[in-house]
């Protein structure tokens, strides 16, 4: 039932109708409030700075995916250059690097000008003191992001990359990242993709997430441990002390609003750990696939539902 209810909410992340419904319902703002640190560049800079005085680090992702116009892709470049330069302005941008999504800056409509559009947004965090980590969409996007990733890093060697366990061909990919100076965030994977190309169950995907964080912890690049699964945080620190690395050669990854307690545990730990905070008008992609990782997150959805009508 899980699996199934998964599934419908992927497929309509995707769907324009169900789309215009969702985000037009009374209750969706309450709930995306939880997952969405706001609208604007103030509202970013604003979480960001309080999740900064609470010893955590932060990635700043700008909703907005799939996009089919240039103006829009143009925009979204554009939203990023004016973020960087008010956390650089805020003193911010030693804790707090960018998460972009290709997709949002037309990596569908014209290779060569997401790599652009990337490259600026690269020069800017540059310009800020900090870092770009490329989010990684679905299957069919891998090569087209890896091969954006590379052009990157001739320039800008610390721009991230981000593989998803469940896919098969992740091991591999891991041991092509694992080098040293290589940012790689490991994630599970929040996609609908089909057997062909991804484990199918959560107990073959958590088993290709140990296989590929061993490999990243193995390796000389730096991992970045993005899963709130406590079993999984307990694996990395197991993988850590084995593999002889010290704290500040790794790091944890949270998304805003998911188990903030663990985040705070493990920072006053003496942990690095990031937040992954969204922040945006285009919140309706992000929060299906929020919904889709757990039924009480549907659950929760529909009792706001049913205390609104
Ligand atoms: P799992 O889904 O098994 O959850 C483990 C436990 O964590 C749950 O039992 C629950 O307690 C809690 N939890 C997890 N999700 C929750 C939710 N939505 N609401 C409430 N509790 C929740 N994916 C991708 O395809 N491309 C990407 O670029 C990224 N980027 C990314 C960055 C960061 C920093 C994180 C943490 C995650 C991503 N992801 C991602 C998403 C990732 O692939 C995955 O879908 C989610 O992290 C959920 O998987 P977990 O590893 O947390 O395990």
């Not at 169900?18 to 103030?42: L, M, W």
């Not at 593989?163 to 996609?191: M, N």
Request: proline share 3%; hydrophobic share 40%; with cysteine.
């Amino acid at each position: 039932m899980t699996d199934v209810l998964r599934a419908a909410l992927l497929t309509a992340s995707r769907n324009e109708t169900v789309r215009r419904i969702v985000e037009n319902a009374p209750v969706s703002r309450s709930v995306v409030r939880r997952f969405v640190a706001g609208t604007s560049v103030d509202d970013a800079v604003r979480a960001t700075a309080g999740l900064v005085r609470e010893g955590l680090t932060v990635s700043l992702d700008r909703l907005g995916e799939d996009t089919t116009e240039v103006g829009h892709a143009d925009a979204t470049t554009k939203a990023y250059v004016t973020v960087l330069g008010a956390l650089a302005e805020r003193e911010l941008s030693t804790r707090a690097e960018v998460s972009v999504k290709l997709s949002a800056v037309g990596q569908a409509l014209d290779e060569s000008m997401a790599l652009d559009n990337a490259r600026a947004i690269c020069e800017a965090a540059a310009a800020a003191g900090t870092t770009v980590t490329l989010d990684m969409e679905d299957h069919t996007t891998t090569d087209s992001t890896l091969g954006i990733l590379r052009e990157l890093r001739t320039d800008f060697p610390w721009v991230g990359a981000v593989l998803q366990a469940y896919l098969h061909r992740t091991e591999a990919d891991c041991r092509d990242l694992a080098t040293a100076g290589s940012r790689v965030r490991l994630c599970k994977g929040a996609y609908k993709e089909p057997p062909g190309v991804a484990f199918q169950s959560r107990l073959d995907v958590d088993k290709s997430y140990v296989r590929c964080l061993r490999v990243l912890m193995e390796g000389a690049g730096y991992p970045m441990v993005a899963t709130h699964d406590p079993r999984l945080v307990r694996i990395a620190c197991t993988l850590v002390d084995r593999t002889d690395r010290a704290k500040g050669s790794y790091e944890f990854q949270m998304l805003y609003g998911i188990r903030p307690q663990e985040q705070r545990r493990l920072a006053e730990d003496g942990e690095t750990v990031r937040v992954y905070v969204p922040y945006g008008d285009e919140w309706y992609g992000y929060l299906m696939r929020r919904l889709a990782e757990r039924p009480a997150n549907v659950v929760f959805f529909l009792r706001a539902l049913a205390t609104t009508t």
